[in-house]
């Protein structure tokens, strides 16, 4: 689970893993993911508006060769 800020842009910043909640083995793929998101930036009264503490849950699956 990695938690984020998206700004008035629609970037992602402040990429951070939720504490207890991913393997280490994907923290580092998780984060480099999280912070290629581009989002629609929440509109307020006609402005952008910077949304803080978003949540998103990466569910990796192995295979075998």
């Known amino acids: ?10 970037s ?3 990429v951070a893993i939720v504490k207890g909640q991913c ?10 993911a999280a912070e290629k998101f581009l ?3 929440l509109i307020v009264n006609g402005s952008p508006k910077r949304v803080q503490k ?5 569910i990796y699956e192995l295979q075998a060769k």
């Not at 689970?1 to 629609?10: A, C, K, S």
């Not at 393997?23 to 480099?32: D, G, L, Q």
């Open 1 to 10: 689970l990695v938690e984020y800020t998206i700004t008035e842009t629609g």
């Open 12 to 14: 992602v910043v402040d």
């Open 23 to 32: 393997t280490e083995i994907f923290k580092k793929a998780s984060v480099e």
């Open 39 to 41: 989002y629609r930036p």
């Open 54 to 58: 978003v949540q998103n849950r990466f």
